[in-house]
């Protein structure tokens, strides 16, 4: 299984991005796919996740109410819209997957994309 996020860039705060993980070659029916986040000299955290059949998901509280999750099997592609962006949103948000359901610790997600770039700044 191969992931590619994409989506980051640079963006005032209060701006929107929105990531996308695209999932290759097998179908993404059976995955759910977490949103990770690594700032420099932090250590990775969960941000987001989303269960394979799209009923569950779950957010980072300091994320809740800015960020949505959401799921396009048919593309293959997970997406983390984020709004309301703030300075203490910059760092690599990663991609990672497994089987159906959510998990709070990355060590049970098997596999990763690389990393897309936010940096929220004025």
């Known amino acids: 299984v191969q992931l590619q996020a994409s989506g980051g860039g640079l963006v005032q705060p209060g701006g929107s991005l929105r990531l996308s993980c695209t999932v290759s070659p097998f179908t993404l029916d059976f995955y759910a796919i977490g949103w990770f986040r690594q700032a420099p000299g932090k250590e990775r955290e969960g941000v987001s996740c989303i269960s394979s059949n799209g009923h569950n998901t779950y957010y980072l509280d300091s994320v809740k109410g800015r960020f949505t999750i959401s799921r396009d099997n048919a593309k293959k592609t997970v997406y983390l819209q984020m709004n309301s962006l703030k300075p203490e949103d910059t760092a690599d948000y990663y991609c990672?997957?497994?089987?159906?359901?959510?998990?709070?610790?990355?060590?049970?997600?098997?596999?990763w994309g690389q990393g897309t770039q936010v940096t929220v700044s004025s």
């Open positions: 990672a997957t497994r089987k159906f359901y959510c998990h709070e610790n990355r060590s049970q997600y098997g596999y």
